[in-house]
C-alpha cells in the first residue's frame, strides 16, 4: 500500500551532479519526514539527508555543501540534488519515511 520508489541513479563522472527522485504513493505525504540513505558494498546504511513535514533539513557530513534534500508535496515527490560527485559517494541510495518504510534503492556510481 505504501510505496516509494527512487530513481534518477547512474554511472557520472567525478565532479558531476545527479538528481535522485523518490515517488511515493499510498502515503499522507504532506504530514510525514523522509530520508535519503546509501549503502555502499560492505558498509553499513547510513544517513544522508532528511527533510521534516515544514521542509527544515539536516546533512550528515558527507552530504552538507554538495547534496540539497527536497520535497514537492504536490507531486509527491522527494528529491536529493547531488553535486560535486565523488567516487566515495557510490553506493545505492534508498528513500525512507520517517516512520515508515523503504523504497527499493537506486544504484550511484562515480567514476574518477
Known amino acids: 500500500q505504501e510505496q516509494l520508489v527512487e530513481s534518477g541513479g547512474g554511472l557520472v563522472q567525478a565532479g558531476g551532479s545527479l538528481r535522485l527522485s523518490c515517488a511515493t504513493s499510498g502515503i499522507t505525504f504532506s504530514l510525514k519526514g523522509f530520508a535519503w540513505y546509501r549503502q555502499a558494498p560492505g558498509k553499513q546504511r547510513e544517513f544522508v539527508a532528511g527533510i521534516t513535514t515544514g521542509g527544515n533539513t539536516n546533512y550528515a557530513n558527507v552530504a552538507q555543501g554538495r547534496f540539497t534534500i527536497s520535497r514537492d508535496n504536490a507531486k509527491n515527490t522527494v528529491y536529493l540534488q547531488m553535486n560535486s560527485l565523488k567516487p566515495e559517494d557510490t553506493a545505492v541510495y534508498y528513500c525512507?519515511?520517517?516512520?515508515?518504510?523503504w523504497g527499493q534503492g537506486t544504484q550511484v556510481t562515480v567514476s574518477s
Open positions: 525512507k519515511q520517517v516512520g515508515g518504510g
